[in-house]
């Protein structure tokens, strides 16, 4: 274990983990977006197992988070949704994996 790492430490990194991101299905949503330009509601729901109802529940906390902006559209006569983590989004998903490696830095194997 580090001797410079306190538990005070961990437990700071741990008091701040983005609550909105760590939500498992919000997790593996912005986990997806964060690999991809942008991404339409057909592959999230492909990728991700989770149903349509589920994704745009969570869609929508990460929407109303400032992390996803969201786009609607009618591709021959079809409603089309496209998905794109925000600048906000992808600053707090870099920030989210900084401090779970901090709280996991140390642990023993």
Same mark, same amino acid.
């Given at each position: 274990m580090n001797? &410079?790492?306190t538990n005070e430490d961990k437990e700071k990194a741990i008091?701040?983990?983005d609550k909105i991101i760590h939500e498992p299905a919000r997790l593996i949503i912005v986990a997806h977006l964060f690999v991809v330009e942008s991404a339409d509601f057909l592959f999230l729901q492909r990728q991700t197992g989770? &149903?349509?109802?589920?994704?745009?529940?969570?869609?929508?906390?990460?929407?109303?988070a400032g992390y996803v902006s969201v786009e609607k559209e009618?591709?021959?006569k079809k409603p089309h949704t496209t998905l794109k983590l925000t600048d906000k989004g992808r600053a707090?998903?870099?920030e989210y994996r900084k401090s779970m490696k901090q709280v996991f830095e140390d642990l023993p194997e």
């Amino acid at each position: 274990m580090n001797p &410079t790492k306190t538990n005070e430490d961990k437990e700071k990194a741990i008091q701040l983990i983005d609550k909105i991101i760590h939500e498992p299905a919000r997790l593996i949503i912005v986990a997806h977006l964060f690999v991809v330009e942008s991404a339409d509601f057909l592959f999230l729901q492909r990728q991700t197992g989770l &149903t349509w109802g589920n994704i745009s529940s969570h869609v929508r906390k990460l929407e109303d988070a400032g992390y996803v902006s969201v786009e609607k559209e009618f591709v021959d006569k079809k409603p089309h949704t496209t998905l794109k983590l925000t600048d906000k989004g992808r600053a707090a998903f870099k920030e989210y994996r900084k401090s779970m490696k901090q709280v996991f830095e140390d642990l023993p194997e």
